[in-house]
């Protein structure tokens, strides 16, 4: 029966994958190239936000915006104007954004803000016109900026990294019916080719206001608004110098003071440490790091899981986050494989097999562009030893290198090794290292009509060599109002990534994805609709390829006008519990019995409000089986911002799970209330606190930063964590941080 099931998947997906193959030649043409001309000149321009100074009156704008939401085929109702500017040391941007009114939507004045909760300009630069990588740069109304680094061709929501932070400014100037900013981005901020002429360019606004979307170079709606395969050009008059990147020290000082009430053991350390960055050519960047201290990294959400794995959460340290992509992308989109995961470095499991921090010693990151075609990442680190815990000393490294093909694909090897370094009792002898090597070839077509990933991996342990294989075919076909996605995966059950996120071995998956979006008549209300229907199995190579999991989500989904979104979704499951499993986690529960399958059905309904209203909200519900037993959810977020000052928001997620006798039930709640003050444009005070009966924890954590100069920062950062059962202390911190980036 598994094997018939088997064969009709397999001619499913195998049929879905011709069909889209034979569509090929049918790709999407972009149509006209926009260009704008950047003019070079020596005047003195007064960063002020207002464009007063003559050269602005000389320079070419780029006008016309096409709109992308409501509808991607008329110009935008509201003008938007873009002139760029440039000397020897510094691209300068010139902004006129009309509106209706003054009444202009921001949540905040903190920097990195949401683009879709912000009004803005956002300029993308591809520097390297290789339709892959990118810089971003985005202003609000108020002056508030951001700064993205764009991955993999700016095709997936994970492609856009906001942690990212280099040093630039910006003004701005609020009018009755539009506002005007200029930016000033320093040449030593951005990699470029020495005596380049051109950049691929595109500016785009979200004008949350009028809830209209619109971009410079058309983009389809189907599409992301950020994707480098729909870009104009940006002219040079004269050919740009070097990217003369300025060698910088950052070092830190940290005062700390904590507590853990468990072992009863308070301790006060001053810490001190520091990183360095160094320019290697046009294109490399050389990072340093000795005794790196994370404690002002905001802190991860919590979430309730309900599932047998792992969850994949994002880096937020600032040494790994430049060219992040050349570690990270490898492998698995799906992540059901990944070699590479650099939150595994500085994090190790205990002899109780908690989660604690790993001190880093030090380490070193090469990474960037070697010319026009290839791309270099290497990454070591050191960490330290802590005995007590049964934890070794490892060298973490990585070796990468990318080979761009075409317009915008591009073939790239990799090898992790984690090895330990000297002898202990506590490590066997097939711990002592962790090796994986493979090759990826990501394919991305010059409309992005087309893209996919296929990959092969190999981990290598001591006495461990033999198969060990993970690999992926994915295909993705975006035209016409059409998405086709189809997805196969292997993991072998010796596969092994030290470093890497592999949430679960001996798998092979297919997966089928088909969207399709309709557009009503009347668009006064609703924008238009989408269908989707979602197919997903997972068979057990080592039981005979027995089928252990499918998932089947039908949803549609609903865009209204004002930007608001309501999606109903169908969902049938069946999982095959090899091992017994408690989805409650409740301490001494009698779990759900293993070697057996479970077919439930559910539905979900979610509302998201329209973002332009100063009282924001999100409700969500689920209701149906669960496993043998059954599941209710609810939950939401709703937040109300003082603007441009202060947002206040408090989300709220409840399941019941009723399993019956003699399994545990459970009322599990997860809140998280969370404050954001911004006293001006470079003092910031957040609180969180969350809390979670699940991980029987309260935890509070709150953090004030005032960025006293360029990319310097002083934090104070207090936690404070209690058991749930009886309220009673559990951790405390409190620690002054002070870090300042110097050029030399």
Not at 258 to 267: A, G, T
Not at 347 to 366: E, P, V
């Given at each position: 029966?598994?094997?018939?099931?088997?064969?009709?998947?397999?001619?499913?997906?195998?049929?879905?994958?011709?069909?889209?193959?034979?569509?090929?030649?049918?790709?999407?043409?972009?149509?006209?190239?926009?260009?704008?001309?950047?003019?070079?000149?020596?005047?003195?321009?007064?960063?002020?936000?207002?464009?007063?100074?003559?050269?602005?009156?000389?320079?070419?704008?780029?006008?016309?915006?096409?709109?992308?939401?409501?509808?991607?085929?008329?110009?935008?109702?509201?003008?938007?104007?873009?002139?760029?500017?440039?000397?020897?040391?510094?691209?300068?941007?010139?902004?006129?954004?009309?509106?209706?009114?003054?009444?202009?939507?921001?949540?905040?004045?903190?920097?990195?803000?949401?683009?879709?909760?912000?009004?803005?300009?956002?300029?993308?630069?591809?520097?390297?016109?290789?339709?892959?990588?990118a810089f971003a740069f985005g202003v609000t109304p108020y002056g508030v900026r951001r700064e993205i680094l764009?991955?993999?061709?700016?095709?997936?929501?994970?492609?856009?990294?906001?942690?990212?932070?280099?040093?630039?400014?910006?003004?701005?100037?609020?009018?009755?019916?539009?506002?005007?900013?200029?930016?000033?981005?320093?040449?030593?901020?951005?990699?470029?080719?020495?005596?380049?002429?051109?950049?691929?360019?595109?500016?785009?606004?979200?004008?949350?206001?009028?809830?209209?979307?619109?971009?410079?170079?058309?983009?389809?709606?189907?599409?992301?608004?950020?994707?480098l395969a729909f870009m104009g050009e940006l002219i040079f008059e004269r050919p740009l110098g070097k990217s003369?990147?300025?060698?910088?020290?950052?070092?830190?000082?940290?005062?700390?003071?904590?507590?853990?009430?468990?072992?009863?053991?308070?301790?006060?350390?001053?810490?001190?440490?520091?990183?360095?960055?160094?320019?290697?050519?046009?294109?490399?960047?050389?990072?340093?790091?000795?005794?790196?201290?994370?404690?002002?990294?905001?802190?991860?959400?919590?979430?309730?899981?309900?599932?047998?794995?792992?969850?994949?959460?994002?880096?937020?340290?600032?040494?790994?986050?430049?060219?992040?992509?050349?570690?990270?992308?490898?492998?698995?989109?799906?992540?059901?494989?990944?070699?590479?995961?650099?939150?595994?470095?500085?994090?190790?499991?205990?002899?109780?097999?908690?989660?604690?921090?790993?001190?880093?010693?030090?380490?070193?990151?090469?990474?960037?562009?070697?010319?026009?075609?290839?791309?270099?990442?290497?990454?070591?680190?050191?960490?330290?030893?802590?005995?007590?815990?049964?934890?070794?000393?490892?060298?973490?490294?990585?070796?990468?290198?990318?080979?761009?093909?075409?317009?915008?694909?591009?073939?790239?090897?990799?090898?992790?090794?984690?090895?330990?370094?000297?002898?202990?009792?506590?490590?066997?002898?097939?711990?002592?290292?962790?090796?994986?090597?493979?090759?990826?070839?990501?394919?991305?077509?010059?409309?992005?009509?087309?893209?996919?990933?296929?990959?092969?991996?190999?981990?290598?342990?001591?006495?461990?060599?033999?198969?060990?294989?993970?690999?992926?075919?994915?295909?993705?076909?975006?035209?016409?109002?059409?998405?086709?996605?189809?997805?196969?995966?292997?993991?072998?059950?010796?596969?092994?990534?030290?470093?890497?996120?592999?949430?679960?071995?001996?798998?092979?998956?297919?997966?089928?994805?088909?969207?399709?979006?309709?557009?009503?008549?009347?668009?006064?209300?609703?924008?238009?609709?989408?269908?989707?229907?979602?197919?997903?199995?997972?068979?057990?190579?080592?039981?005979?390829?027995?089928?252990?999991?499918?998932?089947?989500?039908?949803?549609?989904?609903?865009?209204?006008?004002?930007?608001?979104?309501?999606?109903?979704?169908?969902?049938?499951?069946?999982?095959?519990?090899?091992?017994?499993?408690?989805?409650?986690?409740?301490?001494?529960?009698?779990?759900?019995?293993?070697?057996?399958?479970?077919?439930?059905?559910?539905?979900?309904?979610?509302?998201?409000?329209?973002?332009?209203?100063?009282?924001?909200?999100?409700?969500?519900?689920?209701?149906?089986?669960?496993?043998?037993?059954?599941?209710?959810?609810?939950?939401?977020?709703?937040?109300?911002?003082?603007?441009?000052?202060?947002?206040?928001?408090?989300?709220?997620?409840?399941?019941?799970?009723?399993?019956?006798?003699?399994?545990?039930?459970?009322?599990?709640?997860?809140?998280?209330?969370?404050?954001?003050?911004?006293?001006?444009?470079?003092?910031?005070?957040?609180?969180?606190?969350?809390?979670?009966?699940?991980?029987?924890?309260?935890?509070?954590?709150?953090?004030?930063?005032?960025?006293?100069?360029?990319?310097?920062?002083?934090?104070?950062?207090?936690?404070?964590?209690?058991?749930?059962?009886?309220?009673?202390?559990?951790?405390?911190?409190?620690?002054?941080?002070?870090?300042?980036?110097?050029?030399?």
């Amino acid at each position: 029966m598994n094997k018939m099931y088997l064969k009709k998947q397999l001619y499913f997906s195998f049929l879905l994958f011709t069909i889209l193959c034979g569509t090929f030649n049918s790709l999407f043409a972009q149509g006209e190239l926009r260009s704008l001309k950047a003019k070079y000149s020596t005047n003195e321009i007064k960063l002020d936000g207002i464009l007063d100074e003559s050269i602005w009156l000389e320079a070419e704008k780029a006008t016309d915006f096409w709109q992308f939401f409501p509808k991607d085929s008329v110009k935008a109702t509201y003008p938007t104007e873009v002139q760029v500017v440039y000397n020897e040391e510094t691209l300068y941007i010139g902004i006129r954004a009309e509106a209706p009114s003054n009444n202009f939507v921001v949540a905040s004045l903190k920097r990195d803000f949401s683009g879709t909760r912000n009004d803005n300009v956002t300029l993308i630069f591809d520097t390297f016109n290789d339709g892959t990588n990118a810089f971003a740069f985005g202003v609000t109304p108020y002056g508030v900026r951001r700064e993205i680094l764009i991955s993999s061709g700016g095709d997936t929501r994970d492609s856009y990294n906001v942690t990212w932070d280099v040093k630039w400014k910006a003004e701005s100037k609020i009018h009755d019916n539009y506002y005007t900013v200029e930016m000033a981005i320093p040449f030593t901020s951005i990699k470029f080719k020495e005596g380049a002429t051109k950049w691929r360019f595109r500016p785009y606004r979200w004008s949350i206001q009028t809830n209209e979307q619109s971009t410079w170079a058309r983009v389809p709606q189907t599409q992301l608004l950020g994707s480098l395969a729909f870009m104009g050009e940006l002219i040079f008059e004269r050919p740009l110098g070097k990217s003369r990147t300025p060698f910088a020290v950052i070092p830190y000082v940290n005062t700390l003071a904590q507590r853990d009430f468990e072992q009863d053991n308070p301790e006060f350390d001053f810490l001190a440490g520091g990183d360095a960055k160094m320019a290697i050519g046009d294109g490399m960047n050389l990072d340093l790091t000795l005794n790196p201290d994370f404690s002002n990294v905001e802190v991860d959400d919590i979430f309730t899981n309900l599932t047998r794995f792992e969850l994949r959460l994002p880096e937020r340290r600032q040494f790994f986050i430049d060219n992040s992509d050349l570690f990270g992308s490898f492998g698995n989109f799906f992540n059901e494989a990944r070699p590479f995961f650099s939150r595994r470095i500085g994090l190790a499991r205990d002899t109780a097999n908690n989660l604690i921090q790993n001190r880093i010693i030090g380490g070193a990151r090469l990474s960037g562009k070697l010319n026009e075609n290839w791309r270099l990442g290497f990454l070591n680190i050191q960490t330290a030893a802590d005995t007590p815990n049964e934890i070794a000393s490892n060298n973490n490294m990585m070796l990468a290198l990318q080979r761009k093909i075409a317009s915008r694909s591009n073939i790239g090897v990799f090898m992790v090794n984690r090895q330990t370094f000297g002898d202990y009792d506590f490590v066997e002898t097939n711990q002592k290292y962790n090796r994986v090597i493979g090759a990826d070839y990501n394919l991305a077509s010059k409309d992005n009509v087309w893209s996919g990933r296929f990959y092969v991996h190999k981990s290598l342990n001591p006495d461990d060599t033999k198969g060990n294989y993970s690999a992926q075919a994915i295909a993705t076909y975006n035209k016409n109002d059409w998405i086709f996605i189809t997805d196969w995966v292997y993991v072998d059950n010796d596969f092994q990534a030290d470093l890497g996120f592999v949430p679960r071995t001996d798998i092979f998956k297919m997966g089928n994805f088909a969207q399709r979006f309709f557009y009503p008549k009347n668009r006064t209300i609703v924008n238009r609709y989408n269908a989707q229907l979602l197919f997903i199995n997972y068979f057990r190579p080592t039981l005979d390829f027995k089928l252990s999991d499918y998932f089947l989500r039908a949803t549609w989904e609903t865009e209204f006008k004002n930007q608001a979104q309501l999606t109903a979704n169908y969902i049938n499951q069946y999982i095959f519990l090899t091992a017994e499993f408690d989805p409650t986690r409740t301490d001494g529960g009698v779990p759900l019995a293993g070697d057996k399958g479970y077919t439930f059905n559910q539905a979900n309904l979610e509302y998201t409000s329209n973002n332009t209203n100063l009282l924001t909200y999100t409700i969500n519900t689920t209701l149906g089986e669960f496993f043998n037993g059954n599941r209710y959810s609810v939950g939401g977020t709703i937040a109300y911002r003082v603007q441009p000052w202060a947002q206040f928001s408090l989300a709220l997620n409840y399941d019941g799970i009723r399993l019956p006798d003699p399994h545990p039930s459970a009322d599990l709640w997860l809140v998280t209330p969370r404050f954001d003050i911004t006293f001006s444009r470079s003092v910031f005070w957040t609180t969180l606190i969350q809390y979670s009966n699940q991980r029987k924890n309260l935890g509070i954590n709150s953090r004030l930063q005032w960025r006293f100069a360029p990319l310097s920062d002083l934090y104070l950062v207090y936690n404070d964590n209690y058991y749930t059962t009886d309220f009673a202390p559990r951790f405390r911190s409190i620690n002054l941080k002070v870090s300042y980036w110097l050029n030399l």
